[in-house]
């Protein structure tokens, strides 16, 4: 393998796992486990010693020192910048390579991954606001896609693709309903509204269509200088963000699953296994949202359910790309 798809492979688990442990973070509510940025109680390593703890809860008085949360933040702080560090030696190499199959991905990532940082500093200076958080999430399964697909192309440059039908439409569609389920369950975990409905399902506190506030529960914005850590949203505003998102996880299902039967059906080996295993992701993605609800957000699940929307972002990524080499050996043949 070239080196430049060795770092970009190396740049996209550690993207992945950038994005599973920013999930673990928030939903070990570690979001502001540093108060300021980019360092931590000012200082690079989070305070431990009882002396450095007491500097820090003086210098900070609004909010002590949790030296667990504290860590768990920072090294997700750390990780984040090897991330960009990768991102920006790939689109160093990635411009003396012959040809530069991924075209101007490589600069994007870098101005994408730059943004990002800007997002992570928003997160802890505007006190979690859901946006910003939301956001951030969303960069991030960005950047992991971005990733991904120069790793394809790279890889497959000069490749000619077998032959078979192209359900390239399919994909599209199925990739905008994901972000779009992607997009509402970020705001149902920025917005504290995974607990709305308690443990009940498949219905809400025993209805079907239960007291919501859609209009409170979809204001994107609220104010600066409000802390927005634990919500400050009442009871029918996070059950409207969290109905809003189990109603569109029927939606999805249905279109990835469609898509999958689509891939199976095609003549392409390659484009079958895909959906062999878009299948199997999307039943695990759809069991782990439900083990959420019935066992009370267990923290396992949570993070999985994170990690489950990354894996089939990927998964119809490379679909995508999949279908559109067949679709370019269909056109020139």
């Known amino acids: ?14 993207a992945l796992f950038v994005i599973v442990l920013g999930a673990y973070v928030r939903l070990s509510d570690a979001g502001l486990g540093c108060p300021d940025w980019p360092g931590c109680y000012g ?13 820090a809860n003086a210098a900070f008085p609004e909010r002590a020192v949790e030296v667990a949360k504290a860590w768990k933040e920072q090294l997700h702080r750390y990780a984040a910048s090897l991330l960009g ?12 390579h012959p040809g ?9 990532l870098v101005v994408l991954v730059i943004f990002q940082g800007l997002l992570g500093m928003w997160t802890v200076t505007l006190l979690l606001k859901p946006l910003v958080v939301t956001a951030h999430l969303l960069g991030g399964l960005t950047t992991l896609a971005l990733l991904w697909w120069t790793l394809l192309t790279v890889r497959s440059a000069g490749v000619s693709a077998r032959s078979g ?3 390239a439409t399919w994909l599209t569609v199925a990739l905008a309903v ?3 389920q992607i997009a509402l369950g970020g705001w149902t975990s920025t917005n504290y509204a995974a ?22 529960g979809f204001t994107l914005w609220h104010g600066l200088g409000i802390d927005y850590e634990f919500g400050i949203l009442d009871t029918p505003a996070r059950t409207a963000i969290h109905w809003a998102h189990r109603l569109f996880a029927v939606v999805t299902a249905v279109v990835l699953g469609v898509t999958a039967l689509h891939l199976l059906r095609c003549n392409s080996r390659a484009l079958r296994q895909i959906g062999a295993a878009l299948l199997f992701l999307l ?12 066992f009370g957000l267990p923290l396992w699940a949570a993070v999985a359910h994170n990690g489950g929307a990354a894996a089939l972002l990927l998964c119809l990524i490379t679909g995508i790309h999949g279908a559109t080499r067949l679709g370019r050996e269909h056109s020139g043949s």
């Open 1 to 14: 393998m070239p080196l430049l798809a060795r770092v970009i492979l190396a740049a996209t688990l550690l």
């Open 43 to 55: 200082r690079l390593v989070p305070p431990t010693a009882s002396e450095a703890v007491a500097e």
């Open 85 to 96: 560090l990768f991102i920006i030696a790939i689109a160093f190499l990635h411009r003396r």
């Open 100 to 108: 530069r199959p991924a075209g101007r991905i490589p600069l994007a």
């Open 165 to 167: 039908s192209v359900p």
């Open 178 to 180: 994901l972000t779009v």
């Open 195 to 216: 607990w709305a409905c308690g443990t009940t399902f498949p219905d809400c506190h025993g209805r079907f269509w239960p007291e919501m506030d859609f209009s409170a």
């Open 283 to 294: 039943a695990l993605q759809l069991a782990l949202g439900v083990s959420n609800v019935i």
